[in-house]
């Protein structure tokens, strides 16, 4: 917008004063404007042979002086982006990027007076994300710029009032050219600017597609389908449509764990409790190994499945078998989610007893790191002591988050415990030579040595002198280990 002449005798408004901090040589918004409009003037001129920053000058005159302007400049620049063909190279990638991330703080600025022509700019930016990632060959910052602008184009839509049945044409080639799955969100950003008539366009324009793509394409894979239909989906969640969101899937697919659990929760938010059982009971996820053996993406998938199933049964009255699934599952995985919720449906001393039953199962759990978590978590700290005194030599010194976290609760008031666990690790990690730990089996052993004068009684396990002596005897060659513990302040 045109700033406003002022008159001759008008005196300029004094602009609040920005606090200082540091020295006047500190680099600071405070000590620059100290320099003067004239000084700074000629430092940006100096400074313009950079092109970004000539860029980025030219751009804030523009801004200033006329949002028409404006957006006539980038539009020349997005066009002339758009029409390039040529691969972007590596060393490039940095600039361009900051090139574009202006561009968009620019739009953004252009939507306070002029959102139409802003929305438009967006939509322009949106739409070269295939050709331009084509010409990087990896997405990356640059990927995370039109993320952003993805995101961030709702408010200026709304504000723009474009008619829904343009709006809806120009997310259609959006999604239509959407090579790198990024912009089916797009469409739950631009729901409220699309309004009804936008989406139903966006409903009947995919679904005609899709038929036409089925009499002619491979039906055995086809992504351009797949886009599609995830894009019908977020249409079918935006309508409440729960049935159009299932006849997305094909029945085979319907069988799949994950989508049978996001059938079920719509489903159970459309009051139709029968069909969401029914519907998740076909994808039932197959029984799994107990412990180590189990893929944690498999364990991951069956209590998100588990999770809606629950919901299902408990919406449907059978809370018997709710909770017998609750405790199934807590019995298998020592889930303390499936536990909680499992005691809260019991009556009141009965939650109490099972309790106790669920901490002696975790203390004998084959998996002596589940056990630990849940002891830890639940918390038990004095039944999580009993298990590493119990069971030590079963603590795997790998894990190192989970043990330092472990060592760490339990250091006040079971410094014992806190040191076997410590003492795991630093054997575990020198034992294998494992270089890029040393600095922190360095801290856990200093942590060792400072719990050392807590512990009366060690008990059937080597005192803290013994313990370092056996240390220094295998270990007091590894030269890199006792520079990482020197540094640290400590000794071997």
């Known amino acids: 917008m045109a ?3 002022a008159k001759t005798t008008d005196k300029p408004a004094k602009a609040a004063a920005k606090p200082r901090k540091g020295s006047k040589t500190t680099l600071s918004e405070a000590n620059l404007a100290d320099l003067g ?12 042979v950079d092109s970004y920053v ?8 523009l801004a200033e002086a006329s949002p ?16 390039a063909t040529s691969r972007i190279h590596w060393r490039k990638r940095p600039a361009f990027a900051r090139e574009l991330q202006l561009h968009l703080q620019m739009i953004r600025r252009l939507g306070v007076d002029d959102p139409k022509a802003a929305l438009g700019l967006m939509l322009d930016l949106l739409d070269m994300a295939t050709p331009v990632l084509d010409r990087l060959q990896s997405e990356g910052v640059v990927g995370e710029i039109f993320l952003e602008a993805r995101d961030g184009i709702g408010e200026i839509a709304v504000r723009a009032e474009l008619a829904p049945l343009s709006l809806a044409d120009r997310v259609s080639r959006l999604i239509h050219a959407d090579d790198y799955i990024l912009f089916g969100p797009v469409i739950d950003v631009l729901a409220p600017a699309l309004g009804e008539a936008g989406l139903s366009r966006l409903r009947l324009d995919f679904e ?5 793509r089925a009499k002619r394409i491979n039906p055995t894979y086809d992504g351009r389908a797949l886009l599609l239909k995830d894009a019908l989906r ?10 159009a969101f299932v006849a997305t899937f094909e029945p085979a697919y319907r069988k799949r764990p994950p989508i049978a659990a996001e059938i079920g929760r719509r489903l159970l938010a459309a ?11 076909a994808g039932a996820p197959a029984k799994l190994p107990r412990g180590r053996d189990a893929d944690p993406e498999d364990v991951a998938e069956q209590a998100a499945w588990e999770e809606v199933y629950l919901d299902a049964l408990q919406a449907s009255g059978r809370q018997d078998e709710a909770q017998g699934l609750r405790w199934a599952a807590f019995e298998a995985t020592l889930s303390i989610p499936r536990l909680r919720a499992f005691l809260k449906g019991l009556p009141d001393f009965d939650d109490v007893i099972a309790e106790d039953k669920a901490k002696t199962l975790a203390a004998e759990f084959p998996q002596f790191e589940a056990a ?10 004095p039944a999580a002591a009993r298990l590493v005194l119990r069971r030590h030599g079963a603590a795997n010194g790998a894990e190192e988050e989970l043990l330092t976290a472990a060592s760490r609760r339990l250091e006040g008031a079971h410094p014992l415990a806190a040191t076997l666990l410590l003492r795991t690790m630093i054997r575990h990690v020198l034992t294998y030579g494992i270089a890029h730990r040393y600095r922190s089996a360095a801290q856990h052993l200093l942590e060792m040595e400072s719990l050392a004068p807590m512990i009366a009684d060690f008990g059937e396990f080597p005192d803290h002198q013994t313990f370092m002596a056996d240390l220094r005897a295998t270990h007091g060659r590894k030269q890199s280990f006792r520079a990482e513990l020197e540094a640290l302040g400590g000794a071997l």
């Not at 409009?37 to 313009?48: F, N, P, T, V, Y």
């Not at 977020?234 to 049935?243: I, K, M, N, P, Q």
């Open 54 to 61: 000539k860029r980025a000058l030219k751009l804030e005159l």
């Open 68 to 83: 028409a302007g404006l957006a006539l400049e980038i539009s020349k620049r997005f066009a002339a982006i758009a029409k």
């Open 208 to 212: 005609a597609t899709l038929a036409a």
């Open 37 to 48: 409009a004239e000084r700074l003037a000629s430092i940006l001129m100096d400074l313009s």
């Open 3 to 5: 700033r406003a002449t």
């Open 234 to 243: 977020r249409l079918a969640d935006l309508s409440g449509d729960v049935d």
């Open 372 to 381: 630990l978590v849940f002891l830890i978590e639940w918390p038990d700290l």
């Open 271 to 281: 009051g139709r409790h029968a069909e969401a059982l029914a519907a998740l009971k």
